[in-house]
């Protein structure tokens, strides 16, 4: 409904243009999808966003394509439907979202964007600096807009947060913390389908690390410099299932001498938490950790020790009729694309938009961080690859756990409590479970 609305409000705008000028604005913007699991967010905001037009979607397991099939045959679209990448690349498509395998974004991405194609990315933008310093290389080189779709950025709390810290309620930061804890083990099954070779069975513990620290960066607009992390005790159960290492944690220090604390993985609670933290030289915020969405907020009213509280449910405010159709983690995934979508053609929300540089500061800090643990919990300097000549020093820098890019020295272990051999019989009995639509007990 809203969709009819919008584009009545917009031909009334267009009054003053030619018939022209009016078809150029109001071409929506072509848009394909790779990756169709957690895709399929993506691929429903697209097929009710005003300025944009779902045109293809690739995935190479046909049941999900089967499923945009069956949606699209409900809404009278077409889709174009690819198994191969490279078929889903030649389709003439102005715009690109890479909801595929968290460590391949930035490989596919900087094709992608070196075709002229603009690209919202999930996350995490990339697996090790060489590719973090290559994934900026494309962005400068073809001009075109990138996104980084970390939603939590943009979770009720959160994004209050961010706005009131802009506004300068609670004073410069000095300390955060922020907490992404999500025990899987029970949908190992249905996120990892039995592959040995899945990411999630195979990434090491600080990657997974934006959810967590990737809200702190931004609401603060501060810049990582260093960075020591750590491992966690592994969850018995998840090394049933597959896997290697524990949770991560990040301490982080930025550029303006405050510490942040992310910390992110499988601890037993449920149900999970997205909880942060910040605190500043007039105040702070935190949101309720059991309580759902509530944000408290403390600020000193004059004198020092001296201040008040606010407790309350934020709400959006920005797009909100169409962000309304939308309620997954927490009513935040409307607003990655909306965001996108909103700075392609130059309009006001695009403002929102989380650009390469914020997205690799985020990413890098768990690459770096995982450098850190596997020599003993050291500090490591956080380049800033806005700089050409920090980008140079990491080029070739390939170091990280994935054999394909890493080898000798430079291929580092998964966790460090012990790279045990997992029989094939454990991914035999995940799958199954998959297969079976069960999950893990
Ligand atoms: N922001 C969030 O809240 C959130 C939540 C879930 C997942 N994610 C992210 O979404 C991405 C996808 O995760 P997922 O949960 O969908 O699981 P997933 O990684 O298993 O799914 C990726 C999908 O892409 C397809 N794919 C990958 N490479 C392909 C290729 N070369 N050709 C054709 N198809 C290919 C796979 O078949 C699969 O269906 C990851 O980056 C993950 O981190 C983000």
């Known amino acids: 409904m809203w969709y009819n609305v919008e584009r009545n409000q917009i031909a009334f705008i267009y009054n003053n243009f030619t018939e022209k000028e009016i078809q150029a604005m109001s071409k929506k913007l072509k848009v394909g999808v790779f990756g169709g699991a957690r895709g399929r967010t993506m691929i429903e905001v697209l097929l009710h966003h005003p300025d944009a037009e779902l045109v293809a979607v690739c995935d190479k397991y046909r049941p999900l394509l089967d499923d945009v099939q069956k949606r699209a045959d409900e809404l009278g679209v077409k889709v174009a439907l690819f198994e191969k990448f490279d078929d889903f690349f030649n ?175 499988g601890l037993t609670r449920e149900p999970s938490s997205v909880n942060y933290e910040i605190y500043g030289q007039k105040g702070m915020m935190e949101s309720s950790r059991l309580d759902g969405k509530v944000l408290n907020v403390y600020r000193e009213t004059g004198a020092v020790c001296r201040g008040e509280w606010e407790k309350y449910d934020p709400v959006n405010e920005i797009a909100t009729e169409k962000a309304k159709y939308f309620s997954g983690h927490g009513g935040s995934d409307f607003y990655s694309t909306h965001f996108w979508i909103e700075k392609i053609l130059g309009n006001p929300d695009g403002e929102w938009s989380i650009d390469v540089y914020r997205a690799v500061d985020m990413g890098i800090c768990g690459i770096l961080a995982w450098r850190s643990v596997v020599n003993g919990n050291i500090p490591i300097e956080v380049p800033d690859l806005r700089n050409v000549a920090e980008r140079n020093k990491y080029r070739y820098d390939t170091i990280g756990t994935n054999p394909n890019f890493a080898s000798g020295k430079d291929l580092l272990p998964k966790s460090t409590f012990g790279q045990p051999d997992i029989p094939d019989s454990t991914y035999e009995y995940v799958r199954q479970l998959w297969l079976d639509g069960k999950n893990a007990e």
Request: net charge negative; aromatic share 12%.
């Open 91 to 265: 389709c003439d498509m102005d715009a690109v979202v890479m909801a595929n395998y968290a460590h391949e974004h930035s490989v596919f991405g900087t094709k992608l964007l070196r075709s002229g194609r603009h690209i919202l990315s999930e996350v995490l933008p990339c697996e090790n600096m060489a590719q973090a310093v290559d994934l900026i290389d494309a962005v400068e080189e073809s001009g075109k807009v990138y996104a980084y779709a970390e939603n939590y950025c943009y979770m009720q709390h959160c994004f209050e947060m961010w706005k009131r810290y802009k506004r300068g309620d609670i004073g410069e930061v000095m300390y955060a913390e922020g907490e992404y804890v999500h025990n899987c083990a029970a949908i190992w099954p249905q996120i990892t389908y039995g592959e040995r070779d899945h990411w999630r069975n195979n990434m090491f513990p600080t990657f997974y690390c934006t959810h967590s620290l990737g809200p702190m960066l931004t609401i603060t607009n501060t810049r990582p410099v260093k960075v020591v992390g750590f491992e966690t005790k592994p969850l018995e159960k998840m090394r049933e299932l597959g896997t290697y290492g524990g949770a991560g944690l990040e301490i982080v220090t930025v550029d303006n001498g405050a510490v942040f604390k992310s910390i992110h993985g």
